[in-house]
């Protein structure tokens, strides 16, 4: 399971100096599958190295493996590794991350480019890591030697987690959920403190149609040339608030057969994945944390849980309106974002990719 | 309209020290109806002068027509004004607020303890000035010479207010709101500050009880010696967040009949109350502000709209799962309390009470 | 006093659309002197109406004679007004306030590019409207028909309000003070949320050197065709703290001659400058409040006293290290900006400037 | 150095569900020295589980070791351990800490109590471990059997720190100190969200007295049976501002000789103390980590520094009215509280107590 270091699969990261750069760096340091190798950037960072075109921000130190290389162009003639996390926003990656793909890397990505794409995976590892099968289809009608995988949007994550048990056992038709949403999740600068100081803002901007859109697709089945999403109706009701990580949603269901909150709190809590199976190195133990507590969780209390890999459930009980209800929190920097696109790569390593 | 001033009703605040009691002084500071005569409060600050009991909070210097005032106990002995305004807690109050209505006082009440009795008046002056006439019910079940009419909770008002225009138009079946309320709700000292820095909290103590409740009451009709409650279900999921003043809801709702978000707009921004007809001093213009913005409302922003008596409304959409959806927002302790209080007395004195 | 509406003097904001302009052109509206004429912001704006060109970010609304007024750049040519208030950034304010200033017009700025000329004067219109003499020996020197006066940065204006008093009795020879400041004291949208969520900064960008360096010129006196700066040595540390409006400072003073609290509290609180003498529409009855509580000023409660121009001191105490030591507050964007320029026009016009 | 289960000592903790009670209880667990054998807390949690007492509120679990245990009164009979950790507040330390003391056990005291007692060592361990040779002299005053040992205020272990390398170079003679400290300090509930929410309070009760007197007994020397204190004259302005944990402060100080910056950056990063030289399990590596960053020290980014046992200085530089300035972060619950006691009680046991 642990490889002697000459056989780690050599990686690079795109938009390394951004949030959620720093933070796939900080999970990428002493891994055991992997390691840094390039650094990708935008032209103002070209050519410094990382600890001189980088403002960090994390509260962990930048790691020491990565503060002296130099930035490269987000090119495939500048970047060398077979891996590929790309931490580019959306307008970059629709440009750049094909042409990783085309040059026969593969390119696990946290925009949202290419999400909803029918060739295109999008997954959660503890959910659906059958959809990577799509794979195949992608290179031949897209004719890469590489490929692409996406990561959800870090509130699509963190709701699905939760949904998932619960659909497999009774069916989910439609939800109403209100997400209160951490600023790191709009990256840094991101929002404006004047926004935050005794203040919260309704309505993120594309938010809702990722959160309205994207679980289908997870939920789905392949089926054919693609995946039959789910049936499902979802309303998204969203809110920044001044959290600094840490996504809390409130969720009221309705299912197609009954279920009682008791039952509920027992699939999701003994819900594992095939990543758990595997003891991959960023599976979280519990990937859903069940409590029975009135307040909670709460962001900066419970959004480390399983080092920010588990999501966290609580107040489960009944919808007087739908069928179900509870709140749920997953830290949307690490699950929601970093940590979910690595641990897709720790799957695809256990497969057999890259050897 | 406005009575010369030894025509002033005199009033007496009970609980004049707390959060809602300086919110009730400030607005009654020269009031053309009522002026403040008497200040009851605990027994630690009985004695004192109001300036020295009271570790004033407000934005707005301290009425210099209350200083100097010398604080009574909360007793009909000790407080002879005909109208009382308490703001007491609710183990206070279930206790002495009758025996200020037994006294022959009207007492309107802020504090929860009679809401739901079906003889007690459950007030939106702009929505069912008519359950006033509970009132001979009540002082015949009760053998009372005065009366006690109830104030809603602080969230109750601002989603009541928005749901009103609605229920008229085309009946409000079911509604799931959630709702991101300020630090002033609990009082003062209220909520930890460790509970409120970087983080959100769900599950406010008894207070999904009341918004899944109240707004029946008010919305329905009186028939026979009680009100019929309006035939609604409605699931409550709160949170208290870093604000200092202004409750925030998004809300999901199912109607009767087909209502479009247009529709819904046009009902909501012309709703005018018996109380606007009046113009009454603290009856703001528009009781309900719609605005087609989508980052709105927002508490900073929009809570002070109508002098903190109008509600606000943005974001009217449709659910893809239940009819309708929107975001409201009220200051909830201008016209979630005081201002809200304050109303319903402006209309009982329009309507001949204590002359 | 009241001049009749057609005497009323046009008026220009350049940089209408941020922060500090958006205050102005809220103190503007129903001003008696001064209509806004006309608005000028960057290419952006020009050409759109004002509330299509503005994310108004104020509590109150947005002023309805400003609203349709179209945005023209901010050359001469294009705005025609006598009087120009300068809400630009350092940069453009270097580059086009001469432009106005040569082109006949009185320039009342609040960016720090000119402040520190020799023959600039530097005002707060309490301390040192004299230095408007300078402008004489300014329109010699380059030539200009019209002028250029200039306001101070946000928090040196606080902190020699409190200063100037002290100073005048007893000289003020050395002073330490920590500020603690407002995130709008950046702008919008200025600092990051991600920096201010349980979080305070240190070192504000350039910050330490105006507060270290402009009380000098504004204490000092006309001498020959300049200012003599007063004698005093200052050290500023600074802070960025979550909190909207509004800059707290602790200051620890030496002064020439011995001063106990109680004459330092006599002399703050009786301070009056000219522009009481002539109950100037922007001047506050009382320039410093002088408070004797251990937990004030505080900003949320402070800031708006005398509608935000005055200054508020307490906490007033012998300082074992140096001599005296105080708490300060003022509300950065209004006495520190907005409402600190209007006050030096209003000043002027009542000089018989404009007629 | 890490002695077989067996031989850990057991301990109690005094105040076991309070902010610092939780903190040392996390960092007990697992300690290779101790073993938390009892707990020891108030009327209202005795006969219950710690579990159940407890509302557990730090983002790292409830240890499993100590879930279990029944919480027993605070009073030497029931609880037997030889060393007691006391995290009880002022006024019940006085009473129960003496107690302990006379019944023959070592009590380390995060109270303010018994600090300034003449006979009673007021510890940093890095620092001046010298002076618990006081507890000889402290037992025959006393006729105690054990003894009492002192931990300083939170805000004077990160002055102090900072002080002490630069006290021992060149002899600092005052210093102007301002504080901006962290909610927990307060403990919990502690502060109003009410105060904290887009707000500062300046002037935390008792703290400056603390500030402007400990650090004087910490930097004394042992002389006949007590400290002679350094002589050093200090002035401190506190706030409370919104932040979780970490204090952060601004000083300017004197010297008795001269010192640039950079010989201050020198003597700081280079200090080291004999618990570093021993390599106790709490001593942080580098007691002072100094930054040469112009935005640094950030509570956020930097109090978890050293595992939160690190002091971070940035922004050394000259003070133009005394002699040198910087700002310093100390996290306050952990080495300003918790861990600092637990570093004193770790400095103890490998000077051979407790065998």
Known sequence: MSP?????????????TGAVGQRLLALLADHPFFEVAELGAS???????????????????????VAGKVVSPCKPEDLGAPLIFSALDRHQASRIEPLFAAAGRTVISNASAFRMEPDVPLVIAELNPDHLALIDIQRKKREWEGCLVAHPNCSTIGLTMALA??????????????????????????????????NVVPGIQGEEEKIESEPMKILGSL?????????????AHTHRVPVSDGHLMSV???????????????????????PQERSL???????????NE??????????DRGKGMSTTVSRVGRCSVLDLRFEVL??????????????????????????
């Open 252 to 274: 009221s269901l309705k299912c197609e057969r009954p279920i009682s909150p008791a039952e509920a709190m027992e699939v999701l809590s003994t819900f594992r994945g095939r």
């Open 294 to 303: 009135e307040h909670r969780p709460q962001p900066r209390l419970d959004r």
């Open 4 to 16: 002697s270091l000459r056989d780690k699969i050599p990686v690079a990261v795109l938009g390394a």
């Open 43 to 65: 032209e103002r960072s070209v050519g410094r190295t990382f600890a001189d075109a980088v403002t960090w921000r994390l509260e962990t130190p930048l790691p020491e493996v």
């Open 165 to 198: 048990p619960i659909h497999r056992a009774v069916g989910v038709r439609s939800l109403v959920v209100t997400t209160l949403q951490a600023a790191s999740g709009a990256g840094y600068p991101g929002v404006s403190a004047m926004d935050l100081i005794d």
């Open 330 to 355: 997953t830290h949307n920097t690490v699950r929601g974002a970093a940590g979910g696109t690595l641990l897709i790569a720790e799957w695809m390593h256990s497969e057999g990719a890259w050897r």
């Open 281 to 291: 190195p960023s599976a979280p133990e519990d990937p859903i944390i069940v409590l």
């Open 223 to 235: 089926e054919g040339d693609g995946v039959a999403a789910a049936e499902m109706a979802i309303t």
